[in-house]
């Protein structure tokens, strides 16, 4: 018998996972050993890994704040990984209260651990659901319940492209998502490049995520570029993360080697 | 700030410029959610804590037992955390603040020892309860994954073994509850009943009110069905045959109850898109022991007892009979045997007299065709001529009979100049045949046969279903000098107007007639019969045709017969139909 596509998969904790993996980046203990043995792989060939996925982190939340700031109460983050530190509902709830948040991640332990952290906690929800089926995420009704098209929406998709090869069609899945988003609202996302990165290293991360859930897909600015089509960039751009709205001139430093590439673009 | 040891009063600067360059030292150990700003601001907060605790008398473990802590919970939380904490609090505190003391090595080394301490056991409780709660997530993820593919699985095969439209268990599932039945231990004693139920008149739906409506039916049959049902398997098979099994009967009348429910359940009207329904259905029903028998075998005779109760004239069920069943299947075997048979030349002819009642002279055989069948013995007409007439193989069968016959009329006429005719049954395909006419004619001249020494009977029935060109056939067959009789005369319409106009010289009265004058002559209901038959040879002498009587078996009825003024007789009481030598034999 053939299995119909609406069957789902096992869970595989034995393959390491991308979510884990950067959770262990940032420094959390959320992870298993097999997620650990790829992250120091990928440690040991660009040491400044787990810098940059904190660059990638913090990026995260400045653009946050950045939209509480500039009124959106509502975030769709998808990709939304591993609730460790600084998530998107505690950045956004922290300034305003009344902001509501719906998390979508395509990894089912990502998506239990999300769901215990957010028991009790009616401004928010998380699906489990693919990103290369952005209607399943738009019509999900536990989605809109929370989320009212009505309004300015933030859409979050940082440090999730980079695992949507182009034959999976990333620019029409942002159009996809962008459909129902009325003006005033916004796009947050960032990626992964090769830009400023010697072609051993890239050929190594490669290799490495080959072995995860997630293989890599490096994609240059102009690529990127591309997602933010039919929105308006903020200032300062397309930059490398930590040039994006900086907390102190400092932390601008080295920005060329942060591997992430990242904006916010506004719906006018 | 004052000091408790009365040590030097540090400034404002000194805190901020001490936690600045602290901040600096842990950036990137970790991810901490804050602004630079905001981490300042904190460890300028724990720098203050520090000093205290540097001061405190009597010297307090807890103070930095909590500072390490709140570390840990600030997310300064690593390894690196920690030592680069150690190495800036230990290099720079007392130089930025300003501080001095005598025994400031020893506070600095207790405080410092405190505060790993305590981040080391906070970072420890914030790895384990972190590995617990990924641990639990998976746990949870997996059985979330495991309750989805059993439910998945169990949707699955509810489609694999469900009929789409009506919801209905499908052939799948119905097979399977089959065979259960008989894999199943101890089925010694055990019966089943099944019923195969097709709808009548259910493709007149589909052609007129269309296919939706014609779902729409289906589904709402399958309904009624169910509840009617209830504990027995109805299952849809495809179309609009549905069958119903009946498990554990005791005898037949359980399963003829539930055929009765069925059909109650399907006839009762529906209102369907709008149009009021009513449709009806056949069942073929089989019950028996399950020892002894197979689901295909059950199968099959539910199949052909539907065939059954639809021949019938449908609305009904009907239930397996197997002596019937045998009997179609002889039937089956032998008509599909024939052709094979009709080549291998084990048809032959035997022939009865038909005998002159003025004289006693043998005036003509008729021909009758037997099968010797190999396993069956010696088949006669009444077995065979229906199936052949179904086949068509009639004709063929027929040719060969008429040409058998003529070569015997030849070889007769070769031993006597009084050889009888032979008298030949036509079948209507037969006479039908636009060939026949030739066929005869090639025969006669192939035999060197005079026309008057074949004769064709055809009966009442088949001469008044055939067309005028079929008329015209035996017309000019007759017209050759053939004789032609009319058989079984007297069991049909016999339509006398209509005689007069055929080619005809010879009626055959009816053995059903003659059977009458067995009777002694003084019982009324003989007398008539014989009347019929007086008024009926009177009338044919009229035609000028001649009558002969069949079936004549004893010697009164020859008698009566002779008396009426019949001209010639053919019966048991004049010979049985017997080998061509025998016949050869009276000559
Ligand atoms: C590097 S993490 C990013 C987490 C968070 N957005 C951030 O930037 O801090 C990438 C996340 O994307 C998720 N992800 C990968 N492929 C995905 C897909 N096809 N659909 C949805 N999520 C996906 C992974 O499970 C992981 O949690």
Redesign the interface.
Known sequence: ?R??D??????D?ERPSVA?MYDYY???????AVDRAAAQALIAAIPEA??M??AN??FL?RTVRYLVGAGVRQFLDIGSG?P???NVH??AQQAAPDARVAYVDVD??????S??ILSGNDQAVVIQEDIRHPERILDHPDLRKLINFDQPVALMIVAVLHFIPDADQPAQIVKTLRGPLVPGSYLALSQASHEGRTDEEREQAIAIYERTDSPLAYRGRDEVAKFFHGFEMVEPGLVWVPEWHP??P??VEGAERAVYIGGVGRLT | MKSQHGGPLAGRVGYATFARAWAKAIT??????V???ELEAFLEGLTVRLVDALFAEPFSLRRGYQIGADLVAA?I??AEGLGRTIEVIDLRLLRDLGLSGDDMRDRMARVLGTVAIGYARALRD??LD??E??R???L???E???H??RE??AR?RH??THDPLTDLPNRTLFTERLDAVFGRQGTAGRRLGLCFVDLDGFKMVNDTLGHHVGDLLLVSVADRLRRALGTHLVARMGGDEFVILVEDTTCTDDVLKVADAALAAITEPSIVDGHELRVGASIGIVERPVEGTSPREVMRDADITLHWAKTAGKGRWALFDSARNQRELTRYALSAAMPAALDRGEFCLDYQPLVSLTNGALLGVEALVRWRHPQLGVLRPDHFIGLAEETGLIVRLGSWVLAEACRQARRWADVSPKAPFVSVNLAVRQVREPELVDEVTALLQEHSLPPDRLQLEITESAMMSTADESVGALRSLANLGVRVAIDDFGTGYSNLAYLSKLPVCELKVAGSFVEGLRAPAADPASLTDERILATLVSLAHTLDLTVTAEGVETANQADRLRAIGCDAAQGWHFGRPSHPSDVEALL
């Open positions: 018998m299995r119909p609406w069957a789902p998969e096992s869970i904790i884990r940032l420094g959390g203990s959320h992870n298993f787990p810098l996925a904190q982190r913090a939340r591993i460790t530190v600084g505690e950045i089912p332990v990502a998506v239990a651990h769901r215990e907390d102190t400092e932390s | 990137g150990t970790s991810y901490m959610p602004t630079q700003a997310h939380a690593s914030r790895t972190e590995q709660s990924i639990r997530a998976a949870v993820a997996r979330q994954a495991e989805a593919l998945s699985e699955f489609q694999a």
